[in-house]
């Protein structure tokens, strides 16, 4: 009696067969996506794009094989399944709804086209991203074999470099070409052969059902969200780059350094940290010594015998005795107080890895979503100020500040080697990233540049 019933129940779950492991695989993506998404910054699984520990890296590296052969293997299920059923069953392009959806209608040819195609073409894209040199059957190295550097090496994504014009391949090479050539156009993807239907309407569909989806509303927000989360996430933590390391020096200054080096100070008899804060303090002695000379042969000062006069020069002495002294012990005090403020921000940087990635993420996101003039205008800004040919001064200056800052004397020398060096270096590196990054990303914005500084 219950023959006939387990029969229909079994036949029903055949013929599900390919929308539930299309589904599968689909969630799988879907998995992947999110764990990019969530810890490195929507860029794929990879030590380069997270800076995580050897364990942390081994437990991604696992999850990502996981649901990578999860795919593989929902992908191979729905395609024999759809291939077997389109051949038993001419009722193939129904489709029977689930049991918690029934008192809904049924959805026609094109919805369903549609929803394969969204749900194919991002699996297409997960598994794109994660296709390695090797054969299908190494595409994923053992957890247990290798490293995670090793396992970062074979799952990262194949990076395209521009094409050499001046290498010839061989004849080795040119039969590789064709080879590979002739596996890829043999290998047909799985969205081409489960449409029906051309892709503009396929994708007109899908955008409509997008609009007329009742989460659609909840998706735009929640993406929103998600993206407001990660922008004011990314301006907190570079205020915090900001204002730690000045408030660590301020207070530490204030607070523990200064009291130690005025209990020091006070117990030591030097007033001069360097041979040229002495030199400083005799010239201003002898202009003031000048001054009252001056004063006196106008008449407008009364005359000055040698003992008054002996007195005001020692009085002025004690002046900037004092003077330099407070210099002295604000520049040792800088000194350790910069200190503790490189470590403050050390710490940041050590332990703050994921705001790192979202802070360059963000930054990333600004300066290549400029316009071609914006680009080129920072990029002629920059290097007019930096390396330009008025910039030796502004190094000059920068240099002599930071030396009295420490109250190091400010070598000549080491000043004029210093701006033959540096700017050119970074010249270098400057031109270099043009030439590397920004002229396959925004070849326009180069362009652009290259009109502009002529």
Do not use: C
């Amino acid at each position: 009696m219950q023959t006939p019933g387990l029969f229909r129940n079994a036949q029903q779950w055949f013929f599900r067969t390919p929308d539930r492991a299309l589904s599968q695989a689909y969630e799988a993506a879907q998995m992947i996506e999110a764990i990019e998404r969530e810890y490195f910054g929507g860029n794929p699984i990879s030590s380069r794009y997270g800076s995580y520990g050897d364990s942390a890296m081994v437990y991604f590296q696992s999850e990502l094989k996981k649901y990578l052969n999860l795919m593989r293997v929902r992908l191979a299920e729905f395609r024999a399944s759809r291939t077997i059923i389109r051949a038993s069953d001419p009722r193939f392009m129904e489709v029977q709804l689930p049991a918690d959806r029934a008192d809904e209608l049924a959805i026609n040819v094109v919805d369903r086209q549609a929803i394969f195609f969204r749900q194919l073409r991002l699996i297409d894209q997960v598994l794109e991203r994660y296709q390695s040199l090797e054969s299908p059957g190494d595409r994923l190295i053992d957890m247990g074999e290798a490293s995670p550097q090793t396992l970062d090496t074979s799952l990262a994504p194949m990076t395209s470099q521009p094409p050499n014009p001046r290498f010839k391949p061989s004849a080795l090479s040119r039969g590789q070409q064709r080879s590979e050539q002739a596996s890829s156009n043999s290998v047909e993807s799985v969205a081409d052969r489960v449409n029906v239907l051309p892709r503009s309407i396929l994708r007109t569909v899908d955008r409509i059902r997008r609009d007329l989806d009742p989460e659609a509303e909840q998706e735009v927000v929640q993406d929103f969200r998600r993206s407001k989360g990660k922008t004011t996430g990314a301006i907190r933590f570079l205020l915090l780059l900001i204002i730690v390391p000045l408030l660590t020096q301020q207070f530490s200054k204030a607070l523990v350094v200064g009291p130690i080096v005025d209990r020091v100070r006070a117990e030591s008899p030097e007033i001069f940290l360097n041979v040229e804060m002495e030199e400083e303090a005799l010239e201003e002695l002898r202009h003031f010594e000048e001054h009252l000379n001056f004063q006196s042969f106008l008449g407008q000062g009364p005359q000055l015998s040698a003992e008054v006069k002996e007195e005001k020069l020692r009085l002025k002495a004690d002046e900037i005795q004092e003077d330099y002294r407070s210099r002295s012990k604000d520049a040792i005090k800088n000194v350790f107080a910069d200190m503790l403020a490189a470590l403050a921000l050390a710490l940041l940087l050590i332990y703050r890895k994921q705001d790192i990635a979202n802070l360059k993420s963000f930054i990333d996101e600004i300066v290549y979503g400029l316009s071609d003039s914006a680009k080129a205008f920072l990029i002629i800004l920059f290097t007019d100020t930096f390396v330009g040919f008025h910039s030796p001064h502004g190094w000059e200056v920068l240099l002599e500040g930071l030396s009295r800052h420490l109250g190091l004397p400010a070598s000549r020398d080491f000043i004029f080697l210093f701006i033959a060096t540096f700017p050119v270096v970074l010249d270098t590196v400057f031109k270099y990233w043009i030439f590397r990054y920004l002229n396959r990303i925004s070849p326009s914005a180069v362009a652009t540049y290259k009109e502009m500084n002529e």
